[in-house]
């Protein structure tokens, strides 16, 4: 039996039971010279895509506990992320692949 919480385990499969499991990356992480109009439009689609998945709540959490700076976790952005946790500074666009 697996320990009860909201964090993953290490051999959790979480990510396969994702929503965005087989959408495309390019949704989740914001490409290189996107402007504010493009990065509005993937943000606002990519979070239609967590807001009814079934692991939102871990991944979310995944992405707080282990820092993740890029690309939409969970529903939120990686700026959202820093800004709950009291951090602000500018993140650049990075091809980072879940
Ligand atoms: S919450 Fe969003 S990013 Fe996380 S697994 Fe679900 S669809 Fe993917």
């Not at 967590?50 to 939120?76: K, N, S």
Request: charged share 25%; hydrophobic share 30%; net charge positive.
């Amino acid at each position: 039996r697996k320990a009860p919480g909201p964090y993953p385990l290490p051999d959790d499969d979480w990510q396969e039971r994702g929503a965005c499991r087989g959408a495309n990356p390019a949704l989740f992480f914001a490409p290189d010279n996107e402007n504010n109009q493009q990065r509005r439009f993937r943000e606002t689609a990519a979070k239609a895509v967590c807001a009814h998945c079934p692991v939102r709540t871990v991944c979310r959490a995944y992405a707080e506990q282990t820092g993740e700076l890029y690309g939409i976790w969970g529903g939120t952005t990686e700026r959202e992320r820093m800004q709950s946790n009291g951090r602000h500074h500018s993140t650049a666009a990075a091809g980072v692949r879940k």
